[in-house]
């Protein structure tokens, strides 16, 4: 492992570990294709990235709740996404310490294939430098350790569902959606994924195991297929104790400008992060 390597892997995991410790437009007409509205559920969910890439892009917010050994907190982002490059731009706001007596100043995050990028992340790092994790190096594949389920990779992981409920119509800030419940397996989701996120969801495949690869959602569509919102419920043993992540991913403002820019190599930290 590089030292860059590892100086990103202790980076992205004290988003969630260390704290474990302790509305828009609507999307373009026929984004889904032809039927969306009256698609089989199973296929409705197994098709939400293909249609998102019709789309093109959207706004996003994010909110991840961990919980773990009585404690829980919440991790809180938003954003930009291009589905079309699979690439995002998020602000992070981390919570407050358990004690309540620190404020964490906003991490910027970019998701891109096979990588995560954080600015303001880990004590030590400067503070115009990047720090840069290979997603497929983690035990989660980035599903829960950045603080944020990548939005393109939480809707390839519905191509791994099984059977599913569909629960009726809801009103989505404004917005008119259908509510699907079901389980998505990690395993076979690996399998079925576009090449951008079969690394990161093959490493969370080993990383959860058979048992914890089953993932819960409760995911609502609009009448043009597209994924308006996705709660994913992961679980995983962290130093002997059960950690609970439910993820959940809002998506709206469909067709805005998202312009994400990776940093230069020379931007990115490769040094020691302190604790």
Not at 10 to 27: F, N, P, W
Not at 75 to 93: N, Q
Not at 94 to 109: N, Q, S, V
Not at 174 to 196: F, L, N
Request: hydrophobic share 40%; with cysteine; aromatic share 6%.
């Amino acid at each position: 492992m590089t030292g860059a390597t590892a100086a990103g892997v202790t980076a992205a995991v004290a988003v969630v570990g260390v704290l474990v410790a302790g509305c828009g437009a609507d999307g373009p007409s026929g984004a889904g294709g032809p039927g969306a509205a009256t698609a089989e559920p199973g296929q409705v969910v197994a098709r939400a990235a293909d249609a998102l890439v019709a789309a093109r892009s959207s706004k996003t917010s994010t909110s991840m709740e961990v919980a773990a050994g009585g404690t829980r907190v919440t991790i809180r982002g938003e954003g930009v996404y291009d589905f079309t490059r699979r690439m995002g731009r998020l602000k992070v706001v981390l919570p407050k310490d358990a004690a309540g007596a620190e404020e964490h100043r906003p991490i910027t995050e970019l998701l891109a294939p096979g990588a995560l990028y954080m600015k303001n992340r880990g004590a030590g790092v400067p503070v115009d430098k990047w720090v840069r994790v290979d997603t497929a190096t983690l035990p989660d594949g980035n599903l829960v350790t950045g603080g944020v389920t990548d939005p393109m990779v939480a809707a390839e992981l519905l191509r791994g569902t099984g059977a599913v409920t569909y629960l009726g119509e809801e009103d989505l800030a404004g917005v008119r959606v259908r509510h699907y419940r079901g389980t998505a397996d990690i395993p076979r989701a690996a399998v079925a994924a576009g090449p951008h996120a079969r690394g990161s969801l093959a490493a969370a495949a080993k990383g959860f195991g058979r048992e914890k690869g089953a993932v819960p959602y409760d995911a609502y569509f609009d009448a043009q297929g597209l994924l308006r919102k996705l709660r994913q419920h992961f679980s995983y043993v962290n130093e002997g104790r059960t950690v609970a992540v439910a993820s959940t991913t809002l998506l709206y403002g469909f067709g805005v400008p998202a312009t994400v820019r990776l940093p230069a190599e020379r931007d990115i930290y490769a040094g020691k992060i302190e604790s």
